[in-house]
């Protein structure tokens, strides 16, 4: 499955505002499936080794965002601050893998005149409920003052 069949794009539906957000508020369980193909992808888009055994960790990060987006969707000029990732097991990159992501809300804030989001993502294999990675994304997204300047 690809991340543009399970992410909203900006502008598709209006926007979640910065007071919209709810701190430790889950989001909704998300499911795909990663295959091959988008492995295969996602090496090749970032020069990587298209053969390997093994997908890419990171690839994951193409996911992340469709996560939250599932619940609130992105305002127009969203910009991704801080991602941290700890990974805790390999995906092979020749068979589809079943993922089950789950997530929630952990802060919003501001600083500096921006606003910003934080929230969190596990990661697990639908098969057997192991857990593949953990995230914490921090995203700024343009505030109502900053449109109206």
Same mark, same amino acid.
């Given at each position: 499955?690809?991340?543009? *069949?399970?992410?909203?794009? #900006? /502008?598709?539906?209006?926007? !979640?505002?910065?007071? +919209?957000? =709810?701190? %430790?508020?889950?989001?909704? #369980?998300? &499911?795909?499936?990663?295959?091959?193909?988008?492995? $295969?992808?996602?090496?090749?888009?970032?020069?990587?080794?298209? *053969?390997?055994?093994?997908?890419?960790?990171?690839?994951?990060?193409?996911?992340?965002?469709?996560?939250?987006?599932?619940?609130?969707?992105? @305002?127009?000029?969203?910009?991704?601050? @801080?991602? #941290?990732? +700890?990974? %805790?097991? !390999?995906?092979?990159?020749?068979?589809?893998? @079943?993922?089950?992501?789950?997530? $929630? =809300? +952990? @802060?919003?804030? +501001?600083? &500096? /005149?921006?606003?910003? =989001?934080?929230?969190?993502?596990?990661? $697990?294999?639908?098969?057997?409920?192991?857990? =593949?990675?953990?995230?914490?994304?921090?995203?700024?997204?343009?505030?109502?003052?900053?449109?109206?300047?």
């Amino acid at each position: 499955m690809r991340p543009s *069949d399970v992410k909203p794009r #900006e /502008g598709e539906v209006r926007g !979640t505002r910065f007071e +919209e957000y =709810i701190i %430790h508020d889950p989001l909704p #369980e998300m &499911r795909f499936t990663l295959t091959p193909e988008v492995i $295969r992808e996602y090496a090749v888009s970032i020069d990587a080794d298209p *053969d390997r055994p093994f997908a890419l960790p990171s690839v994951l990060c193409v996911y992340l965002m469709a996560v939250l987006y599932r619940k609130y969707p992105p @305002a127009q000029g969203g910009i991704m601050a @801080a991602n #941290e990732f +700890e990974f %805790h097991r !390999t995906l092979p990159a020749d068979v589809p893998t @079943a993922i089950v992501a789950n997530g $929630r =809300i +952990e @802060a919003k804030f +501001e600083k &500096r /005149g921006r606003q910003y =989001i934080q929230y969190s993502v596990t990661f $697990r294999s639908e098969e057997d409920g192991s857990l =593949i990675a953990t995230a914490v994304n921090t995203s700024t997204f343009p505030n109502e003052q900053a449109k109206a300047a």
